[in-house]
């Protein structure tokens, strides 16, 4: 399994700190700034993980999720949702729009660290 | 004729500005008013006045038992607004400090590179500045999820021990660090109460943390009774500063502060009004019984969980 990770946010202070963090952890990280900009990057190379943000303009993390796993070829890449808000990640916008889990920011290192071993080991 | 257009002005320049107003008692009584003057100058027939005089009843009544539609409009209108500005504010506020708590994270575990003793220092206070603000944007938002009723609460039978012993857990060291002696009496026999776990584990912790906060030294322990009534009520009892009864009233109130004698120890002034609010969707009540100097006892009552029958 590829320990590579698409990092998916509109903010590049985010993007920063989490790619600094990732990749001191020993992951690849790949970074998208958008929805659209996330979809070219799945059809171009291998993840083990998306990391996505929920509110991006244009296209919403929860709206690219749902493209991304209804295309078959790309359905088993686990997604994770990085939201702000707890009513974005309720289990039934899980079933909705087909994300693996859901990262509340602010979120510990060690939640963090959960969800990449549940999916990346 | 004369007094007839006179009072049209008046209605067309008064009413209108009442109903905005949200005074429709105001508003009707005005146009009693009117239909009278108008029935006694000979511009209005009795019995028309009858009638009208009956339909400004029946809207005054309706109006003052359930206010009128349009205020109601009006209210749910200012409802969503606020919600929605709380919501964007709240996230407009949470994604720079994820972005802060992350750089100083990044900073504190020397993933950028080494840290002197003097920056680790500033750093700590940076987090410890961060995760405040934090705090007190999610109890912003947890207040407002209760006010607008969007909070769903999972509501189970629970063990209240398991729940009050759990939180203690997490207090322990806290509570040594100022040599205090921190106690859960809960009784085993403790039917369970009905009640969403999250929802009441965070009352629990906030009334420990206050009870630490305001307490120096001695005790804070817990107990717990079944009611008459089918409730259970928690006590958490503590022998710290107590709280004067003038200022009670003020303490389960959002934003409202009673004044304690060192500033540091002020949160975001949602802590107790947030508890109520989860306590009072629960069916229960939370109160304080204290004196100043005597300690303070907050209790909290959650419905006994009802028995399956197999």
Redesign the interface.
């Given at each position: 399994m590829t320990r590579k990770i698409l990092l998916v946010d509109d903010?590049e202070?985010?993007l920063?700190?989490?790619e600094?963090?990732l990749r001191?952890m020993g992951y690849d990280v790949t970074v998208a700034q958008s929805g659209k900009e996330a979809i070219q990057k799945i059809a171009s190379e291998p993840f083990g993980l998306v990391l996505m943000d929920c509110?991006m303009p244009g296209m919403s993390g929860q709206e690219t999720c749902k493209i991304i796993k209804e295309s078959p070829q790309y359905a088993k890449i686990p997604i994770v949702l990085v939201t702000?808000?707890?009513?974005e990640a309720?289990p039934e916008k899980q079933v909705l729009f087909h994300f693996d889990d859901h990262l509340i920011?602010?979120?510990e290192?060690s939640q963090l660290k959960t969800v990449l071993q549940k999916f990346l080991e | 004729m004369h007094g007839y257009n006179f009072g049209i002005v008046i209605a067309t320049m008064l009413i209108p500005k009442f109903i905005r107003k949200s005074y429709p008692a105001l508003s009707c009584a005005f146009v009693v008013i009117l239909i009278s003057a108008l029935t006694l100058t000979g511009t209005l027939k009795l019995e028309l006045a009858f009638v009208l005089m009956t339909v400004t009843t029946v809207v005054l009544l309706i109006s003052v038992m359930s206010g009128t539609s349009a205020d109601i409009a009006l209210r749910k209108m200012l409802e969503e607004d606020r919600a929605a500005f709380t919501s964007t504010v709240s996230h407009e506020l949470l994604t720079p400090v994820t972005a802060l708590k992350g750089a100083i994270e990044l900073m504190q575990d020397k993933v950028l590179g080494p840290v002197t003793a003097e920056q680790e220092k500033y750093l700590n206070m940076a987090s410890r500045s961060v995760s405040r603000l934090n705090h007190m944007i999610s109890d912003v938002l947890d207040y407002q999820h209760l006010e607008s009723g969007t909070m769903v609460l999972h509501l189970k039978p629970q063990d209240l021990q398991s729940v009050v012993l759990n939180v203690v857990k997490d207090f322990r060291v806290v509570a040594t660090d100022k040599s205090l002696e921190l106690r859960c009496d809960v009784p085993d026999s403790l039917p369970d109460v009905t009640c969403d776990l999250e929802a009441i584990t965070q009352v629990v912790t906030r009334l420990v943390d206050n009870a630490i906060k305001f307490t120096d030294s001695g005790h804070i322990s817990f107990s717990a009774i079944v009611k008459k009534n089918g409730f259970v009520e928690v006590d958490v009892k503590d022998s710290g500063i107590g709280i004067p009864i003038a200022e009670q009233g003020k303490l389960f109130q959002a934003f409202k502060r009673v004044s304690t004698p060192d500033r540091k120890k002020v949160g975001s002034g949602l802590g107790l009004a947030i508890s109520r609010k989860i306590i009072e969707r629960h069916g229960g009540v939370i109160g304080v019984r204290s004196q100043a100097g005597e300690g303070s006892t907050f209790f909290f009552t959650l419905p006994v969980a009802k028995e399956l029958s197999a």
């Open positions: 903010e202070d985010l920063m700190v989490m600094a963090r001191k509110r702000a808000s707890v009513v309720t920011k602010p979120f290192i | -």
